[in-house]
């Protein structure tokens, strides 16, 4: 491995672990998460992108802060079955 290629993935390593935490301070979760906490399919999620959930982007990821997600589901008419922290 050159040394250019240990560096850009040392990088990439770095930004990893810098997004990683910002997700965490900002208190954002992935899909999985999300599935667990409002008990939905992730292909519910996905669908609902379409629709205009509220969601992050960061690095070619999707996050999604929980209590927008609850508003947005009541805004729509939507029950939650259940937030699970």
Same mark, same amino acid.
């Given at each position: 491995m050159s040394l250019l290629e240990l560096?850009? =993935?040392r990088s990439h390593r770095e930004i990893a672990k810098r997004q990683a935490?910002?997700?965490?301070d900002l208190? @954002? /979760?992935?899909v999985r998460t999300l599935? =667990?906490?409002i008990q939905r399919s992730p292909s519910w999620?996905?669908?609902e992108v379409a629709k205009g959930i509220? @969601? /992050?982007r960061l690095g070619g990821r999707i996050?999604?802060?929980?209590?927008?997600?609850l508003a947005w589901m009541k805004s729509r008419g939507r029950k939650q079955r259940a937030l699970v922290k």
């Amino acid at each position: 491995m050159s040394l250019l290629e240990l560096l850009d =993935k040392r990088s990439h390593r770095e930004i990893a672990k810098r997004q990683a935490k910002t997700v965490a301070d900002l208190g @954002l /979760v992935d899909v999985r998460t999300l599935t =667990k906490a409002i008990q939905r399919s992730p292909s519910w999620i996905y669908h609902e992108v379409a629709k205009g959930i509220p @969601l /992050v982007r960061l690095g070619g990821r999707i996050y999604f802060d929980p209590a927008d997600v609850l508003a947005w589901m009541k805004s729509r008419g939507r029950k939650q079955r259940a937030l699970v922290k």
